[in-house]
């Protein structure tokens, strides 16, 4: 019961942030074009897919580990623990940083390519620290600063060009939010320090991660976000900049609705993870309520967007119309995202990293051969399409693999949930 109690305030959170994404998407829109909103959208997926690589799986097995050992741990313990990460994360980062550096100077794209690195790292120690607090029981503040405070400064940058009356230029818009993601950086440093503060003084030490066990967390994460912004990696050959923004447009409306699966696995990931360690028949009971729980909040939103997406779509401008039928495809790969829950996340946390890895490995392979197959000739819906067949595949791969793990643990499913 007191899963469900947090949902409702955890939900005003994530729809605050969506809000102003939402927000920044139609003031993006109408001040720069698609052209602009493109190429902030093409800023945002390689930042993510750099940081998730840099990140090295220890946000995963951060939030695994604290979930699991913050009740025995003191407040050294888990201190020493998250600097450790901090560090693996940072240094090999920053190392590559200064390498590269006299390379990129001299490259047409060297900026944009610089600029994606440095917002990676801070991409990757966002992602610990939001996963860390999600395991210490802030999982409210941890999607509040990771989801607004990139987007405001995206608007504050939009409000004062458009004060002073000056354009805005591509440039300028992901100079903002690389600003944004290393100020929510810094802020959620500062509440994870005072979340560690509150901890007592004396405890267990938590044992550091080893790379048998990063390495499928590092692996599966990587897929993962390749697979979900894998269609940015291939638009930039196959669409110009103006239909990547269509694209855009209409992949951020369909995620603002999936992203209910992203603060259910904020709730379910610890859950999981003790479930596995302390009654891990509690496990089936947990996987199907994740999957009604994720239909409800995904079926009215998702309604919504089929019979007004024509209209919403030309908020930001008439020439984003012309993105419906994309809207519509990609709709319905995230309608079987929703059935099926998050067996992933708890192919994670019950230490099953390798099949989830195997699992995006195979859909990643199915998506890539799609877009070069379907994209040079329908361009941008042909990307829509094979984007959507291999993230349905996936999740329903996952799932029968959680399944099967279920099935070797003691309880029935069909007990539990009556």
Not at 16 to 32: E, S
Not at 58 to 76: D, W, Y
Not at 360 to 371: F, I, K, M, P
């Amino acid at each position: 019961m007191k899963l469900w109690k947090d949902i409702p305030g955890l939900l005003l959170v994530r729809l605050l942030g969506l809000g102003l994404q939402l927000v920044v998407q139609l003031v993006v829109g109408r001040l720069a074009g698609p052209a602009g909103l493109g190429l902030l959208q093409l800023f945002t997926s390689w930042t993510c897919v750099a940081g998730e690589a840099a990140a090295l799986g220890r946000p995963v097995h951060a939030m695994r580990t604290l979930a699991v050992s913050r009740e025995g741990a003191g407040r050294s313990g888990l201190d020493a623990y998250l600097s450790r990460q901090v560090r693996a994360i940072a240094a090999p980062w920053f190392v590559m940083l200064i390498i590269a550096l006299p390379v990129l100077l001299q490259l047409k794209r060297g900026r944009f390519i610089l600029l994606v690195m440095l917002a990676a790292g801070g991409f990757a120690l966002l992602r610990l620290f939001s996963e860390s607090l999600k395991a210490l029981a802030r999982p409210a503040v941890s999607v509040l600063v990771e989801t607004c405070v990139p987007a405001i400064a995206v608007l504050l940058l939009c409000a004062a060009l458009w004060w002073t009356g000056d354009a805005v230029r591509g440039e300028q818009l992901i100079l903002s939010m690389a600003a944004g993601i290393l100020l929510a950086v810094l802020m959620l440093a500062a509440v994870l320090a005072r979340r560690l503060a509150d901890s007592r003084d004396q405890g267990d030490a938590v044992a550091d991660a080893r790379w048998s066990e990063l390495l499928p967390l590092w692996g599966g994460g990587l897929l993962s976000i390749l697979l979900m912004q894998l269609p940015f990696l291939f638009l930039p050959f196959y669409a110009d900049v103006e239909s990547t923004g269509q694209f855009a447009l209409a992949y951020k409306l369909v995620n603002l609705v999936s992203v209910v699966l992203l603060l259910l696995a904020s709730l379910y990931g610890p859950r999981f993870a003790s479930a596995w360690r302390d009654a891990p028949a509690e496990l089936s009971r947990l996987l199907w309520q994740s999957q009604y729980s994720s239909f409800a909040l995904f079926a009215a939103p998702a309604l919504l967007l089929l019979l007004g997406g024509r209209w919403l779509l030309g908020l930001f401008g008439a020439e984003f119309v012309e993105a419906q039928p994309l809207l519509l495809v990609l709709l319905c790969g995230q309608l079987i995202n929703a059935v099926t829950g998050l067996p992933g996340l708890l192919l994670n946390m019950a230490g099953r990293g390798r099949d989830e890895f195997h699992s995006l490995l195979l859909s990643l392979a199915l998506a890539s051969a799609g877009c070069l197959w379907l994209g040079p000739a329908h361009g941008a819906m042909g990307i829509a399409v094979a984007y959507s067949g291999a993230l349905a595949f996936k999740n329903l791969l996952s799932w029968s693999l959680a399944r099967r793990v279920l099935r070797a643990v003691p309880g029935d499913a069909e007990e539990l949930i009556s």
